[in-house]
């Protein structure tokens, strides 16, 4: 599989988390509390997001630095283009493939709204940026050596893993998008240039990941599409994501955290929503189920558990 498993105790389909880098240097602990409480469910991969125009670009990086070396899981880093010359991104992969990540999902990211006239940079698409990733890579030597501790002068020479490339997938459609079809027609273009998985932004109802998937397979997308799922706990969140995805207001969940008067019954509400969302998916057909956790490990293991999918522990 593109994306192997991690730890013993698997959970019932593939979960995996996405983190953000934190957009100040310090508080670091509670981070990675979130994540050891994260990998300890197992996950394929943990992904971190990544700024568009580079502003957290290195904060991202050591994210993925201590899921590498702390944890047993695969870290995925985010990268945007957009803004980026040529010369720039391909530094940026560079520096990622030497920090030892393997494991991408390459993104167009959004032109910053504060400038009149941005630059959009040398790369027009996420299908350019997969090819540029997969250029990076093939370029570099296909083994790698490695000192034998205690064998001094003696290295160990082994094959280079290959790199993952996922993309990102709509299934209501990407704001910018002017036809119906076009979210197909790019994410074929992704596939076509070498990206072996599709990753979805949020949705609400599971029949739109449904139809969308059913759509993609009708045009030939056969890499797996891995539903994004965002438990949303309070109407603050839910008003921000919906302005920034161009989703449709989920009535129900909405009146339901407006008219909750404390926090706990609120989360209580996301997680249930977010729950019986991920069984329907699971029951579907779905591969797997990708989690948007906004560095909170509770809300998301409590989903995982809600829907059957992790054993409940009661430890978090
Ligand atoms: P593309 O695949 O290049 O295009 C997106 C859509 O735009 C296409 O589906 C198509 O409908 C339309 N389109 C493509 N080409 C054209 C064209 N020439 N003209 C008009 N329309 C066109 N952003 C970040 O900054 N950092 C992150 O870490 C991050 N993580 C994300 C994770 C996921 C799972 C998702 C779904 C989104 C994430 N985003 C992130 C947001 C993303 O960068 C934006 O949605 C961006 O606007 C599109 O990026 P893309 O890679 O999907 O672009």
Do not use: E, G, I, L
């Given at each position: 599989p593109p994306f192997a498993p991690a730890g013993?105790?698997?959970?019932r389909v593939p979960i995996s988390f996405e983190l953000y880098p934190p957009r100040?240097?310090?508080?670091i602990e509670a981070l990675h509390e979130t994540i050891q409480q994260l990998a300890a469910a197992s996950p394929r991969f943990i992904s971190v997001t990544y700024g568009a125009g580079g502003s957290v670009g290195g904060r991202s990086l050591d994210v993925l630095r201590y899921i590498r070396e702390q944890t047993s899981v695969e870290p995925l880093a985010h990268l945007t283009c957009v803004g980026s010359t040529y010369a720039g991104a391909s530094r940026l992969i560079r520096e990622f493939l030497d920090a030892g990540i393997l494991s991408f999902l390459a993104l167009r990211g959004d032109p910053p709204l504060d400038e009149s006239e941005p630059f959009l940079g040398d790369l027009e698409s996420s299908a350019q940026l997969v090819q540029l990733i997969d250029r990076a890579q093939a370029e570099r030597a296909p083994y790698q050596e490695r000192p034998i501790p205690g064998v001094p002068g003696a290295v160990q020479v082994t094959p280079r893993r290959k790199v993952n490339i996922a993309v990102a997938a709509y299934p209501n459609g990407h704001?910018?998008?002017?036809?119906?079809h076009q979210d197909i027609d790019a994410l074929l273009a992704k596939q076509a240039a070498g990206a072996t998985l599709a990753i979805t932004q949020l949705?609400?109802?599971?029949d739109d990941y449904f139809a969308f998937v059913e759509r993609s397979r009708r045009a030939g997308v056969t890499i797996p599409i891995l539903p994004g799922i965002m438990p949303i706990t309070s109407p603050a969140r839910l008003s921000r994501v919906l302005e920034l995805s161009g989703e449709e207001l989920p009535a129900e969940l909405s009146i339901a955290l407006e008219v909750e008067p404390t926090v706990e019954g609120r989360t209580e509400i996301g997680i249930a929503h977010a729950a019986a969302l991920v069984r329907e998916l699971v029951d579907g057909g779905a591969p797997g189920v990708h989690l948007y956790a906004f560095n909170q490990h509770r809300t998301v293991l409590g989903v995982l558990e809600d829907a059957g999918i992790l054993q409940a522990s009661g430890a978090h």
């Open positions: 013993a105790t698997a959970p100040t240097p310090a508080p704001p910018r998008s002017t036809y119906r949705f609400f109802h599971p």
